[in-house]
């Protein structure tokens, strides 16, 4: 079965400090990747996502994640934290054998110092 | 930017009530999903449908119910609330497809005492 490992329940960084968030995954067949954001009191949003083509995936607010198949892992990265980047973000998996519905992670809280 | 509803978006109710979460999205989206987040906890599917009269159930068994008449509508309910059951609650819809995005409702934040 799939599954997802988010390293860190909680990550705290200075404001243009690198953001790294740790995601390792467990699939048997090709995967489908994702890292969504969740902002106190709203729903969660879709940041970016991995289908196969590109290794490097850039999305959106400057967040960018990298698909290692050798080391089953897709962290998300930012070069430099802002302060409006606080949130939750949560890795996810979906494949052909989970009919497309996506396996989350616990999910990491990331904190931005001024 | 995401046109899907949840209401109430907070809910205290005692044990034994009937309750329905109401869910409701505007994208004409084929897909919709019920999952139940507790702090610090994977988000667990408990309930999908891929379209009218369509339902499933989730990775996570649940007691509560779901329903699909109408393309934008997908009511959760639970017959009789117990504590067990104090979560947040979060629909989300999407396209049909292994690789979709899915949009999600606020989520509502249900207490049974």
């Known amino acids: 079965a799939q599954s997802v490992t988010q390293l860190g329940s909680h990550v705290s960084v200075s404001e243009g400090a690198l953001v790294l968030l740790r995601c390792n995954y467990s699939s048997s067949v090709p995967p489908y990747l994702f890292w969504y954001v969740q902002y106190p009191n709203q729903g969660l949003q879709l940041l970016l996502k991995?289908?196969?083509?590109?290794?490097l995936v850039k999305g959106i607010n400057g967040f960018e994640a990298e698909f290692k198949k050798s080391e089953t892992s897709f962290h998300l990265t930012k070069p430099s934290a802002h302060m409006s980047d606080a949130a939750e973000y949560f890795c996810a998996v979906s494949d052909r054998r989970s009919q497309g519905n996506l396996i989350f992670g616990k999910g990491t809280k990331l904190s931005v110092k001024p | 930017e995401a046109d899907i509803y949840q209401t109430p978006r907070y809910l205290v109710i005692g044990t034994g009530k009937k309750i329905t979460l109401e869910c409701s999205q505007t994208?004409?989206?084929?897909?919709m999903y019920w999952y139940q987040q507790d702090p610090g906890m994977e988000l667990h599917l408990i309930h999908y449908s891929y379209g009218v009269n369509s339902t499933e159930k989730g990775d996570l068994s649940s007691e509560s119910t779901v329903s699909r008449i109408r393309t934008e509508h997908f009511p959760l309910t639970l017959e009789s609330a117990r504590p067990s059951h104090t979560s947040q609650y979060l629909c989300a819809s999407s396209e049909q497809g292994f690789t979709e995005k899915l949009f999600f409702g606020s989520g509502t934040q249900l207490s049974v005492l």
């Open positions: 994208m004409g989206h084929d897909k």
């Open positions: 991995y289908t196969s083509a590109a290794t």
